[in-house]
């Protein structure tokens, strides 16, 4: 515990006594300036910007994914011949490492020689150059996000379904409930603190999505699809600007301290 605490505690304690501070890797010397770093995040367009992004890329994908996991694991919680089979191969996206699904996608959408291009085309449509627009970016980093994790939805919703009271559904249906009815007003309620906990963990996650956005576009075109992970990182490493960077990671703690927050608060009036 003591080796665990000093892993935790003086990595947080250097990084914030570097905040106030004009610590740039390589210069020799460094001077308290207080929250001068914290002020100039403040003013600084580019944060603004990651930030914006970085809000909608993980409500997006968190909204998206949810969605296509609570379906899919209510069409697995069906018996048909295969289910373990598709069971698996659904799961396996997971699996694999951001990084190498940054590489997939990253050839996915190339405009030449590309799957999905490929397809476009039989059906007559010219694919766009994917990762060279703006929308379009935001756009392909965030399927391949998707991608990865839905089945994390997926599998523990299915969990969840499994787990339910059968004497409770079977008295809805005997009472004449429909299917849509027994999902809407006693599955999805009862499931409510486990849809929100899993939420509350995917959207964390989602904030801090680097490796496949750094493979796929790393921030461009421009910095359209730079996310403040990736935006702080550039900061900290290449630019040395060490102090400034840290003081944006504090900035980006508090922000998901809040929402946090906010989700656990919704979570406890259930």
Same mark, same amino acid.
Request: hydrophobic share 55%; charged share 10%.
């Given at each position: 515990?003591?080796?665990?605490?000093?892993? %935790?505690?003086?990595?947080?304690?250097?990084?914030?006594?570097?905040?106030?501070?004009?610590?740039?890797?390589?210069?020799?010397?460094?001077?308290?300036?207080?929250?001068?770093?914290?002020?100039?995040?403040?003013?600084?367009?580019?944060? &603004?910007?990651?930030?914006?992004?970085?809000?909608?890329?993980?409500?997006?994908?968190?909204? *998206?994914?949810?969605?296509?996991?609570?379906?899919?694991?209510?069409?697995?919680?069906?018996?048909?011949? !295969?289910?373990?089979? /598709?069971?698996?191969?659904?799961?396996?996206?997971?699996?694999?490492?951001?990084?190498? /699904?940054?590489?997939?996608?990253?050839?996915?959408?190339?405009?030449?020689?590309? *799957?999905?291009?490929?397809?476009?085309?039989?059906?007559?449509?010219? !694919?766009?150059?994917?990762?060279? &627009?703006?929308?379009?970016?935001?756009?392909?980093?965030? *399927?391949?996000?998707?991608?990865?994790?839905?089945?994390?939805?997926?599998?523990?919703?299915?969990? !969840?379904?499994?787990?339910?009271? /059968?004497?409770?559904?079977?008295?809805?249906?005997?009472?004449?409930?429909?299917?849509?009815? %027994?999902?809407?007003?006693?599955?999805?309620?009862?499931?409510?603190?486990?849809?929100?906990?899993?939420?509350?963990?995917?959207? %964390?996650?989602?904030?801090?999505?680097?490796?496949?956005?750094?493979?796929?576009?790393?921030?461009?075109?421009?910095? *359209?699809?730079?996310?403040?992970?990736?935006?702080?990182?550039?900061? !900290?490493?290449?630019?040395?600007?060490?102090?400034?960077?840290?003081?944006?990671?504090?900035?980006?703690?508090?922000?998901?301290?809040?929402?946090?927050?906010?989700? %656990?608060?919704?979570?406890?009036?259930?």
């Amino acid at each position: 515990m003591v080796i665990l605490l000093a892993l %935790i505690i003086y990595p947080l304690i250097f990084s914030l006594s570097k905040s106030l501070t004009d610590f740039t890797l390589g210069m020799p010397g460094e001077q308290f300036i207080g929250f001068k770093n914290y002020i100039t995040a403040f003013k600084d367009q580019t944060f &603004h910007q990651s930030l914006g992004f970085s809000i909608l890329f993980a409500v997006c994908v968190t909204s *998206v994914e949810f969605l296509l996991g609570f379906l899919t694991a209510l069409l697995l919680q069906r018996k048909f011949i !295969g289910k373990r089979l /598709v069971t698996i191969l659904l799961i396996l996206p997971m699996m694999v490492t951001p990084v190498v /699904v940054g590489i997939i996608w990253l050839l996915m959408f190339q405009p030449d020689f590309s *799957v999905i291009n490929g397809l476009l085309s039989i059906i007559g449509i010219k !694919g766009p150059i994917w990762l060279q &627009h703006k929308w379009t970016a935001r756009f392909a980093v965030m *399927v391949a996000d998707i991608w990865q994790w839905t089945p994390f939805f997926m599998l523990i919703l299915l969990g !969840g379904l499994l787990n339910l009271p /059968v004497e409770v559904v079977e008295s809805a249906k005997v009472d004449g409930a429909s299917n849509l009815q %027994i999902l809407r007003y006693i599955k999805i309620p009862i499931m409510m603190p486990l849809i929100l906990v899993v939420i509350l963990i995917r959207l %964390i996650d989602s904030f801090k999505t680097f490796d496949s956005i750094f493979i796929m576009t790393n921030g461009g075109p421009g910095n *359209v699809t730079e996310v403040l992970s990736l935006y702080i990182y550039r900061t !900290g490493l290449p630019f040395m600007n060490v102090s400034y960077a840290a003081a944006m990671s504090y900035l980006f703690l508090i922000i998901l301290i809040i929402a946090t927050t906010l989700l %656990i608060r919704r979570l406890q009036r259930i």
